[in-house]
């Protein structure tokens, strides 16, 4: 009687034992950060930049941005209803994307182009192929591709000098446009953005500020590299990619970007000017689109710092970080494979 009863209860134990093995898919190793806590966190970063560019170029640079960020959220929920998939948009992914978009379009540019952009970059670019986490390419730059082959006009003569929206107050209608020191620089080099712009410390003082003519995400420099910054230290990116792209920019051109030969280029002013700090921190870092190695990352960042140099000197746009993310995009599961991290155990190697 005793034998059985320990037999029964050892059956019980063993009914109610946890697998040894339990077999799923990747991840196996959580952070606990969600999708909505990113998003939300990239939004609150770039929230200071938002609000300096609102403030430097007035209340039509505010109407592209609300536009924007409708628009991409109206269609993808638009999309995921008509595509039966869960309507996802609190998690604030379009909101990114949105934000984003208007970020890299000039502060002037007609309303009515924002819808148009943003059906490409979230029906086309993401919903199409499968939704958040499938797009091979980055959703917002090719929404600005598209409307820079659509609307070439206005995509490169809707530059605001924001001086005519602080000193006059004026609205969009009466601001005055004004070309940006990248397209200064490309036609007439460094003497044609000096005689723009005041020389010396107080035009770096400007460009760090945000007070030249520039896309809502070129010109605050210094809050947009705070953002980054504060991203960096919530783990939300690392330093990779930034590092990489920053730093391969400024070498080549340091060594090329000069007028008089080697090394007489000036770096400092290819940082500050054009993408470089929302390129670097906001979309070259997307998850999605992006490795995930830390040497991946790192060959990400040099092949877009190299790209975006070689557009700036030698190529037709005087701005490239939008074409050389885009360019590199399709090269990330080239990078996962060739970085791949090595196998704790593995078959063993021929002997010769």
């Given at each position: 009687m005793a034998a059985e009863s320990v037999n029964n209860s050892v059956g019980a134990e063993t009914k109610t034992a946890p697998p040894?093995?339990?077999?799923?898919?990747s991840p196996h190793i959580h952070s606990g950060k969600t999708t909505a806590g990113i998003m939300w966190t990239v939004i609150l970063s770039l929230a200071p930049a938002l609000a300096a560019n609102i403030y430097f170029f007035g209340s039509h640079a505010a109407a592209v941005l609300l536009t924007s960020v409708l628009s991409c959220v109206m269609i993808e929920a638009a999309c995921q209803k008509l595509l039966k998939r869960p309507v996802r948009v609190s998690d604030g992914s379009a909101v990114v994307t949105g934000i984003l978009l208007a970020m890299v379009v000039p502060p002037g540019v007609p309303l009515y182009i924002m819808p148009l952009a943003a059906v490409m970059s979230i029906f086309v670019v993401k919903e199409l192929v499968g939704g958040l986490g499938f797009n091979v390419f980055n959703p917002a730059l090719v929404g600005r591709a598209f409307l820079v082959a659509c609307f070439p006009v206005a995509m490169t003569t809707a530059y605001i000098d924001p001086m005519s929206w602080?000193?006059?107050g004026a609205g969009a209608a009466d601001?005055?446009?004004a070309a940006t020191p990248l397209t200064l620089l490309k036609h007439g080099g460094m003497e044609a953005v000096f005689q723009h712009y005041p020389s010396g410390a107080q035009f770096y003082f400007d460009l760090v500020l945000g007070l030249r003519p520039g896309s809502l995400g070129e010109t605050p420099?210094?809050?947009?590299?705070?953002?980054g910054i504060f991203l960096l230290l919530r783990g939300i990116i690392t330093w990779h990619i930034p590092v990489a792209m920053m730093a391969t920019v400024a070498l080549f051109t340091w060594m090329f970007g000069g007028d008089t030969g080697l090394f007489s280029g000036n770096p400092l002013f290819h940082l500050l000017n054009g993408g470089i700090m929302l390129g670097a921190f906001y979309m070259a870092t997307d998850y999605v689109t992006s490795p995930t190695t830390g040497k991946g990352k790192l060959a990400f960042g040099i092949g877009v710092g190299l790209l975006t140099t070689i557009i700036r000197l030698k190529g037709g746009y005087p701005e490239g970080v939008a074409y050389a993310i885009l360019l590199m995009n399709p090269l990330t599961p080239c990078f996962e494979r060739w970085f791949a991290p090595k196998r704790f155990a593995g078959p063993p190697k021929a002997k010769a």
């Open positions: 040894i093995l339990t077999v799923s898919v602080l000193e006059a601001a005055l446009s420099a210094l809050l947009l590299a705070l953002g």
